[in-house]
């Protein structure tokens, strides 16, 4: 058997310890679920801007290390910012 995180140990624990309960009507919460991600990432909008070459290098950086294409990094940082999710780290 594989090595388990501590998050998978405790999940697996609340798991057979009869925490997790059957969701009523998994297919309709699956579908509604699947509605909403299409909906957050539907991109139907195209927007210009002009940055630094710094800023841009910089966003190509961390968009290799997430392993996405920077256009998806930006998107995904307006889209936090706007939905209150992106918090400044001090």
Known sequence: MAKLTKEEREL???????????????????????????????????????ISKRDLDGLKRKSLEEGIPYQTLVSSIIHKYLSGKLVESS
Request: proline content about 3%; charged content about 35%.
């Open 12 to 50: 697996l624990s609340a798991f057979e310890n009869g925490e997790w309960k059957p969701v009523k009507n998994m297919v309709n919460k699956i579908r509604k679920a699947k509605e909403a991600a299409r909906a957050t990432f539907t991109k139907d909008q195209r927007m210009n801007i002009r």
